[in-house]
């Protein structure tokens, strides 16, 4: 049971630039987020799914693409990345009584 | 909208001293309430929760209380060890779920031998 797998651990991107962070969980959880964690301000949640086929948008989406086509996956894209995007990303799933973390993805746009 | 406040950090304690970290929010409704701890290089994990008022959450001998009429809910331990050294986030759901957290800025713990 290898939980909430997220790749890669850390990226580099020039400005511009698009990539997409993947997103696993082998728990059958319904529920997946993602979060981006910035120095003194927490974690704050871009988008969200309640199942295969259901996406929402969370505090600060803008920037940021997600689609749910199974239940094991939800991958966050970056279509032109921006400095501003720089940050830790932390990918979510769980039940209605507890969210499971990822590791985390390191995210540095130059 | 809703928010949490957490005491500034970085704190740092010796072996078994008392631990106090302080949360306030500010929510309509009815909101659950949780500590989530970050260990280095790693993702959140839940370390406790409340979802109503004078509840008490507990695990690990860390010990929070839902304190509805100051809005608090402060996380305390009374001997930390080194191994408690983490960041500690204070986050709310509105609704009754784990869902759509609100979490606080994060304070960061270190404990001396």
């Known amino acids: 049971n290898a939980g909430v797998t997220q790749t890669p651990k850390f990226q580099v991107l020039k400005t511009g630039q698009s990539m997409t962070l993947q997103c696993a969980q082998d728990?059958?959880?319904?529920?997946m987020s993602w979060y981006r964690q910035d120095p003194g301000m927490g974690l704050r949640l871009i988008h969200y799914?309640?199942?295969?086929?259901?996406?929402d948008q969370g505090e600060v989406p803008n920037g940021y693409n997600v689609s749910r086509s199974t239940t094991e996956d939800f991958p966050l894209r970056l279509l032109s990345a921006a400095p501003s995007q720089t940050s830790v990303y932390f990918c979510?799933?769980?039940?209605?009584?507890?969210?499971?973390f990822g590791p985390g993805t390191r995210l540095t746009v130059l | 909208g809703d928010s949490v406040t957490q005491m500034e950090g970085p704190v740092t304690l010796s072996e078994e001293a008392f631990l106090t970290i302080n949360c306030t929010y500010t929510?309509?409704?009815?909101?659950?309430l949780f500590w989530y701890v970050q260990y280095p290089g790693e993702g959140l994990q839940l370390l406790l929760k409340?979802?109503?008022?004078?509840d008490k959450g507990s695990n690990k001998g860390f010990e929070a209380t839902y304190r509805k009429e100051t809005t608090s809910f402060h996380l305390e331990k009374g001997s930390v060890q080194v191994s408690d050294s983490a960041v500690y986030f204070c986050?709310?759901?509105?609704?009754?779920?784990?869902?759509?957290?609100?979490f606080g800025s994060g304070t960061q713990l270190t404990v001396l031998p």
């Open positions: 979510a799933s769980g039940t209605y009584n507890e969210q499971f």
């Open positions: 728990m059958n959880h319904e529920y």
């Open positions: 799914s309640v199942g295969a086929g259901i996406t």
């Open positions: 929510a309509t409704g009815y909101p659950s």
């Open positions: 409340a979802t109503k008022a004078d």
């Open positions: 986050a709310l759901t509105a609704s009754g779920s784990a869902r759509q957290l609100t």
